[in-house]
């Protein structure tokens, strides 16, 4: 089996510092939260930018600033800049950090409740990442929060609208409104990707290990970080994204896998060197 490709999702768009004061908003922050990610074994860092009062944007020179801060202390780090943002923006506004040609950068796949609001994704709206994507060489790392998003973009893909094979997916379930994180969920999906593809795994909340558990036995990747559990353990609140890549590592070494290096993961993910 291949090398365990851990991806830390450090600061989201959502939660707060209120809700775990380790939560980062400034430059500072963020490179601390990506550095204690990385030193822990995660290869991989997703990123969302705030402004340093928390409110989330996505504005290309808020994110050349943290990029840049964040490779300098992680040299080799994979960054996958999100376009998906905050619930509400719009596509334009989400396009901006792929004017910077990261390497991967997220392409959320189709449109769906999250929590009380709805994240929207139309096709049109899809269509236009996709085609930003391949203009602009940046592998997408597939974001599906429901069952129909695969199927979304397979078909996508099979036109040419969006970049295709070697494919990297990240099966984002328990987000609430969208697909619960499943064990048999999780299957499903996994058996319907093509041959020669990645995946990734990300259980929101509570699920974040009891889904990682099954994803490092199946041969997946897996992401945990504030974006996406404040917690270490029930009622505990994680210190930094740091600890709770630290637990994926120990559980994976349990289970018989190392854990990939940024140089195994681009590898592993058919990166341009
Ligand atoms: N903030 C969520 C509404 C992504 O990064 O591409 C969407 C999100 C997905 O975080
Ligand atoms: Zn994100």
């Not at 707060?16 to 939260?33: D, F, H, L, S, W």
């Not at 009062?53 to 808020?62: A, E, M, N, Y």
């Not at 048999?184 to 990682?212: D, H, K, M, Q």
Request: hydrophobic letters at 40%.
């Amino acid at each position: 089996m291949e090398k365990l490709i851990i991806t830390a999702a450090i600061c989201g768009a959502e939660v707060t510092k209120e809700q775990n004061p380790a939560v980062p908003y400034t430059v500072e922050e963020i490179v601390r939260e990506a550095k204690s990610a990385y030193d822990a074994g995660a290869a991989v860092v997703h990123i969302h930018v705030r402004e340093d009062d928390g409110t989330p944007t996505q504005s290309r020179d808020r994110f050349k600033v943290c990029m840049d801060a964040v490779r300098e202390a992680c040299p080799d780090v994979i960054l996958i800049p999100s376009t998906g943002g905050a619930v509400g923006m719009t596509a334009e506004e989400r396009l901006q950090p792929t004017e910077l040609f990261p390497e991967m950068a997220t392409l959320d796949c189709g449109t769906c409740n999250f929590g009380d609001e709805v994240f929207e994704n139309t096709m049109p709206m899809m269509r236009t990442f996709g085609k930003r994507m391949l203009e602009n060489n940046i592998k997408p790392e597939y974001e599906c929060f429901e069952m129909g998003h695969l199927d979304t973009i397979l078909r996508m893909a099979a036109k040419g609208e969006v970049p295709g094979d070697p494919m990297q997916f990240n099966f984002v379930l328990g987000v609430p409104g969208c697909t619960p994180a499943t064990v048999e969920n999780l299957v499903w999906l996994v058996n319907r990707i093509p041959a020669g593809s990645t995946w990734t795994a990300t259980g929101i909340g509570r699920s974040a290990f009891t889904l990682a558990a099954p994803t490092i036995v199946m041969g997946g990747n897996v992401r945990v970080g504030f974006e996406d559990n404040l917690n270490i353990s029930r009622g505990v609140l994680a210190r930094s994204n740091g600890e709770l890549v630290e637990k994926v590592v120990r559980l994976s070494r349990e289970l018989g896998r190392e854990i990939a290096s940024p140089a195994e993961a681009r590898a592993i993910l058919s990166l341009r060197p």
